[in-house]
């Protein structure tokens, strides 16, 4: 049976750390320039060497995206930059420019290619000229539905690798090749910099009847909403696998480590459990109930299942749903006194109950009690950033887990 790759967001070395401990086969990232997030935090050369290393020490992947729609000015310093990162390791790189590949095929011929889904890779014939010019991989473009995926696969070579978004935001124009941004802001959107209009609040003001707002709707010609819901796939394991995907794709690289930790997790054991007995293969609301603790807009499964209808769309706010919080990160645990030592996050009080979460394994629920201050002095709250705290622990805890608990 294949085996897709779970490939995480890391938009910084400690993102991709995080999601590499909790359980993402391969990880990409963008460097200072060329990556299409400019908000993420990026990586720079020596982040970069350092992030490799974590990863192919642990037998884990790294890809380097470079995805821009660029102009001529950029050709040159992108020439530089492939020289300044070919001998760095990476696993591959991540482009949707002809030009960007063929400069990546004349300045560093042994480095992988693939190609994003800026490219609007949703034909099979597209995929099999990516391929004819020496790609390893073709990003699927996330208006595609499992049957065209299945025709897709049976029609290209096996050498062929498929990627494909399975969680995370959706964009509102095709593969995500959005003007909107740049007209309305003058920040390029396939440069980076979008400002995500899609999010704001629209209404109709006809030109002779200005102040006079009619509400937007939509019919069967078209849409005139932007806000799109969340993708999320998770309870859709079984047809991911046998949709012959090679990586299973997971947006966010300017989301939280919290967010990586824990929508990572929630996918590596759903799909392991899938693997272990795909026969007797049961979904776990529980790993639904998990993605609904990260920060979200309400989910969809795009158009996976054919074409998305209204109810893909929120049409109340752009705001993001967020039931529970990061509290802390443990520094450290101590097994004699069964106590941890917890740098704040957010806010939290004696008596909180919280779930405290670690890489493969299940989350811990639990009390604080006994919290204490660097001074070893008692504390009833925790209310300073960056506070150090120690607490009781229900059990063993390793360093770097996290704390949340349920917003009030």
Excluded at 156 to 183: K, Q, T, V
Aim: aromatic share 10%; with cysteine; hydrophobic share 35%.
């Amino acid at each position: 049976m294949n085996r897709p790759e779970l490939l995480a967001p890391g938009g910084s070395l400690e993102k991709l750390k995080t999601a590499i401990d909790y359980g993402a086969d391969a990880v990409y990232i963008g460097g200072d320039a060329f990556s299409l997030r400019v908000a993420a935090e990026n990586f720079s050369l020596e982040e970069m060497r350092e992030g490799l290393r974590y990863a192919h020490e642990r037998g884990k992947k790294v890809y380097l995206t470079a995805n821009i729609i660029p102009h001529n000015d950029d050709l040159d310093d992108f020439a530089d930059y492939i020289k300044s990162i070919r001998s760095l390791g990476f696993d591959g790189i991540l482009v949707s420019d002809l030009g960007m590949f063929d400069i990546v095929r004349s300045e560093a011929p042994e480095l992988p290619i693939h190609v994003s889904t800026q490219a609007n890779n949703t034909n099979y014939r597209s995929a099999l000229m990516w391929y004819r010019l020496g790609a390893k991989r073709v990003v699927l473009g996330r208006e595609m539905s499992f049957k065209e995926i299945a025709e897709f696969r049976s029609k290209l070579p096996e050498e062929l690798e498929l990627e494909a978004f399975i969680h995370g935001a959706m964009c509102i124009s095709y593969s995500g090749r959005c003007l909107l941004s740049n007209y309305m802001t003058g920040r390029d959107s396939n440069a980076g910099a979008c400002a995500h209009p899609c999010r704001w609040n629209y209404s109709l003001v006809e030109e002779k009847r200005p102040g006079q707002y009619f509400d937007v709707e939509e019919n069967e010609r078209g849409t005139f909403i932007f806000n799109s819901k969340d993708l999320c796939t998770i309870e859709h394991i079984p047809e991911l696998v046998k949709s012959g995907i090679t990586s299973l794709k997971i947006e966010g690289r300017v989301k939280t480590s919290f967010y990586v930790a824990t929508v990572v997790g929630a996918y590596r054991r759903e799909i392991d459990r899938y693997l272990e007995d795909p026969e007797g293969y049961v979904f776990d609301p529980a790993e639904l109930d998990e993605l609904c603790k990260v920060s979200h807009r309400p989910y969809t499964t795009g158009f996976y299942f054919g074409r998305p209808g209204a109810d893909a769309q929120v049409y109340e706010t752009s705001s993001y749903i967020r039931d529970y919080e990061l509290i802390g990160i443990v520094r450290s645990y101590d097994p004699e006194s069964g106590r941890m030592i917890v740098t704040q996050r957010n806010r939290f009080f004696e008596g909180d109950e919280i779930e405290i979460m670690q890489p493969m394994k299940p989350f811990i629920t639990a009390k604080v009690r006994d919290m204490r201050d660097e001074n070893g002095e008692s504390i009833d709250s925790a209310p300073h950033a960056e506070q150090i705290v120690t607490m009781d622990a229900p059990g063993p805890v390793c360093e770097g887990a996290m704390l949340r608990k349920k917003r009030v």
